[in-house]
T-cell receptor, first 113, second 109 residues
Framework: NAGVTQTPKFQVLKTGQSMTLQCAQDMNHNSMYWYRQDPGMGLRLIYYSASEGTTDKGEVPNGYNVSRLNKREFSLRLESAAPSQTSVYFC????????????FGSGTRLTVV | SQQGEEDPQALSIQEGENATMNCSYKTSINNLQWYRQNSGRGLVHLILIRSNEREKHSGRLRVTLDTSKKSSSLLITASRAADTASYFCATDSNNDMRFGAGTRLTVKP
């Protein structure tokens, strides 16, 4: 099925641990995005990749790094997890950037204790 | 910071009624999009309206855009229990898309 696949779906980390969230899309989209969703705050952009080989900071990039491994895959890394990073993380992709609708993955629910 | 703000925060209606949600924003935009999110799932794109458009339809959905008032509305006609979800507006300005906090719609059977 065409779409955006995120792994894992759930994760519990201890403060200071690191992990990588994986995202892959099979729609040949150029642009990919990582958002976090916190209660009452909507979605906030962490990082995005307008095209293969490029990445840029979004609204809340601190504490995160990203890698656009190839056109299909865009990973998000937490080097030293903090409780403030407890959130639901969504990956999205689009054909040509923000002027087109986004396709979202089903999310990763991360808890940092 | 959020660009779009949805109103109301929560809405509860009976099946068959119409549901109207509003979105206000602060800066000029290229387009405005509406998304639906079912509990525990990702967002699903519903409709995009460009800044030079005033109204758009898609099935039971009707979206209006008033750039002079910096506002948009989403109307769902003849609502169904399956329409129960959170609805988000997202504004695109200068290649930066921002989401509001959403309206939680409950449709009672």
């Amino acid at each position: 099925n065409a779409g955006v696949t995120q792994t894992p779906k759930f994760q519990v980390l201890k403060t200071g641990q690191s992990m990588t969230l994986q995202c892959a899309q099979d729609m040949n989209h150029n642009s990919m995005y990582w958002y976090r969703q916190d209660p009452g705050m909507g979605l906030r952009l962490i990082y995005y990749s307008a095209s293969e080989g490029t990445t840029d900071k979004g609204e809340v990039p601190n504490g995160y790094n990203v890698s656009r491994l190839n056109k299909r895959e865009f990973s998000l890394r937490l080097e030293s997890a903090a409780p403030s990073q407890t959130s639901v993380y969504f990956c999205a992709s689009s054909e040509r950037g923000v002027s087109y609708g986004y396709t979202f993955g089903s999310g990763t629910r991360l808890t940092v204790v | 910071s959020q660009q779009g703000e949805e109103d109301p925060q929560a809405l509860s209606i009976q099946e068959g009624e119409n549901a109207t949600m509003n979105c206000s924003y602060k800066t000029s935009i290229n387009n405005l999009q509406w998304y639906r999110q079912n509990s525990g799932r990702g967002l699903v794109h519903l409709i995009l309206i460009r800044s030079n458009e005033r109204e758009k339809h898609s099935g039971r959905l009707r979206v209006t855009l008033d750039t002079s008032k910096k506002s948009s509305s989403l109307l769902i006609t003849a609502s169904r229990a399956a329409d129960t979800a959170s609805y988000f507006c997202a504004t695109d300005s200068n290649n930066d898309m921002r989401f509001g906090a959403g309206t939680r719609l409950t449709v009672k059977p």
